[in-house]
């Protein structure tokens, strides 16, 4: 348990559906991130929130959606995606965004995703 | 550019000593992170190094050199529960992580 909950774990979806993944975290973190792990790629990062303000967006596709409702929950809406979308996205959140040094960042379990 | 560079994949005996090494590139530098990752579970944090030496937690220690930009993960008395793959993060001048691909460690009886 590392304080960061994602679900669904597994999601099959087809290109032309609409689906969203979300996350939780209850470690009292104000950042957090959602990022795409991909077989033998380093991690890439794709957005992320400090006090529910998104700071970064790493030139991620439109079909690509995140909401930060609040600073424990993130959401990542997806339409239309591609195969080559199907991927590990991971959730994490950390005390403060790029702050300082040593800022470590607690990840969730992931939800692992294929797009038919 | 920046760049992180660590072997793709490493085999070692249980009860043997394995050490992953990690060389980085970064626009400035402020610290190296380890994180283990088990298949299908998610990425936990090991060690952060931001001073050169070497930092000891138990089994595990990890290794920083700055001015070789260089890091290492020293594994002793492996276990099967080692089996996972280790990720090297180095946090450059704008606190932006930049991550390797990572290092499967595949544990033999």
């Known amino acids: 348990e590392t304080g960061v909950t994602q679900t669904p774990r597994h999601l099959v979806m087809g290109m032309t559906n609409k689906k969203s993944l979300k996350c939780e975290q209850h470690?009292?973190?104000?950042?957090m991130y959602w990022y795409k792990q991909s077989a033998k790629k380093p991690l890439e990062l794709m957005f992320v929130y400090n006090f529910k303000e998104q700071t970064e967006n790493n030139s991620v596709p439109s079909r690509f959606s995140p909401e930060c409702p609040n600073s424990s929950h993130l959401f990542l809406h997806l339409h239309t995606l591609q195969p080559e979308d199907s991927a590990l996205y991971l959730c994490?959140?950390?005390?403060?965004?790029?702050?300082?040094?040593?800022?470590?960042?607690?990840f969730g379990e992931g939800s692992w995703l294929t797009v038919v | 550019g920046q760049n992180i560079d660590q072997p793709t994949e490493m085999t070692a005996t249980e009860g043997a000593i394995v050490q992953i090494n990690c060389t980085y590139q970064t626009s400035g530098f402020n610290g190296l992170f380890w994180y283990q990752q088990h298949a299908g579970e998610a990425p936990t944090f090991l060690s952060y190094n931001v001073l050169d030496g070497l930092e000891e937690k138990g089994r595990f220690s990890s290794f920083l050199s700055r001015s070789k930009g260089y890091s290492y993960l020293l594994l002793k008395e492996l276990q099967m529960k080692d089996s996972a793959s280790y990720l090297c993060a180095a946090m450059d001048s704008n606190y932006q992580l930049i991550w390797g691909a990572g290092t499967k460690l595949i544990i033999k009886p």
């Open positions: 994490a959140s950390s005390r403060g965004d790029r702050e300082y040094s040593g800022n470590t960042i607690y």
């Open positions: 470690l009292g973190h104000n950042a």
